[in-house]
């Protein structure tokens, strides 16, 4: 690799390895059912209409987030009805916007909870999510929550 | 030896001053508190001490109430909650209370030149002090106790004494109010001060005391879900008030600062 592609890669997609260090101690005993209680759950595909999300909570999450936490479904997905998007690689960013935005006027959701991961493109998720809620007609709290590519949240606070 | 956690703080400050000052360095006012009917145990639980800080805290006190060191050592009380974070960020809406402060925070702000005034000229601004009590009753009591108590305190034990004293409050404020309106009908420039200056320096105490102790408290507590639920009934209420709530009591605000600031 030359020094200049070192200098220009994205730091979001630079190969870090983690392989050899040791899992993190946890209790892996026993198996947990899954919290998700609807289908689809990509953002281009979910249905504002649907009846899941009325005056729900929703998490909005990057892809990588539910890859990257140990207990995604019982720590964040529990509760919630879920979207997920890529904000650097899925297309039709406009679309995510509106969609966005009618779930907060059409079905009313009660709260967005924004997950996205460290890197810095991820964090076009949460600006995204932002401005369609300025576009919208209802006002919701957003809530903000930044993942590190080892799993740990890095950062919790309400927008 | 924890029997003193159960005991109300102000008696255990009055039998040993110095557990005043040891608080006082962990930034906990209890010996400035006018209620002061928190028990010790309480006291601790409002203000989530990190857990070393917690620790640390109850071995300064039992050094103080039991010097022999007799008995067992104290357990700081253990919280359900989360750890209070280095920096506190409040929910959307107890951050909208918060904000509201800052309108009222300036309206105290101009009581001593207001005072100033009416004892210098010794003539009453009746148009003047009219809308000031407007302001305290439209905005403070109305717009934003209203929310307080309809709303916030649903989210709590209402019982709990920090709310009762939040309460009490409210309650003293409304008879400053009542104060004023009589001084500024029978033209008594006197109680009409001593009255403002009460009130002033009433809220000014509450408002430090919801800020950094009471919203805090209540806002570790709530779920995501609760939060957006008070934001919706925070919505609703207001959409109950005149159109022009609060604008027309921040422009009032405006104006008193451009009469006295110049």
Known sequence: ?159 | MNDYMQTGVKPLIEAFPEVGQVLERYGIACVQCTAGTCKLEEVLQLHALPPQDGTELMRQIARIVDPTGSALQPQAPTSAEPPRPVQFTYSPPVQRLVDEHVWIVRLLARIPDLVDEINTSDVIDGDLLRAMVDFIRGYADRFHHMKEEDILFDYTDRETPIVQVILQDHEQARGYVRAIVGAVEEDDGSALCANLVRYRELLTEHITKEDEILYPYIDRALTTHQVGEMWQRFEGAESGLEADVPQKYERFITNLESRFIQ
Not at chain 1, 20 to 27: L, S
Not at chain 1, 81 to 86: E, F, P
Request: with cysteine.
């Open chain 1, 1 to 159: 690799m030359s020094h200049a592609s070192v200098r220009t890669a994205c730091p979001g997609s630079r190969m870090r390895d983690f392989s050899d260090t040791e899992a993190q101690a946890g209790d892996s005993q026993g198996t947990r059912p899954s919290q998700l209680c609807q289908w689809p759950v990509q953002l281009y595909l979910v249905g504002p209409a649907a009846p899941y999300f009325q005056n729900a909570d929703v998490l909005l999450a990057a892809d990588c987030v539910a890859y990257s936490l140990g207990d995604f479904h019982k720590d964040h997905l529990a509760g919630h009805s879920l979207a997920i998007a890529c904000p650097k690689l899925g297309e039709g960013q406009e679309i995510y916007r509106e969609k966005i935005t009618a779930l907060v006027d059409e079905a009313q959701i009660n709260t967005l909870t924004v997950m996205t991961m460290q890197v810095p493109c991820c964090v076009g998720l949460l600006h995204l999510a932002k401005s369609a809620v300025e576009q919208a007609h209802h006002k919701i709290p957003i809530k903000s929550k930044v993942v590190g590519i080892r799993g740990e949240i890095l950062h919790e606070e309400w927008c």
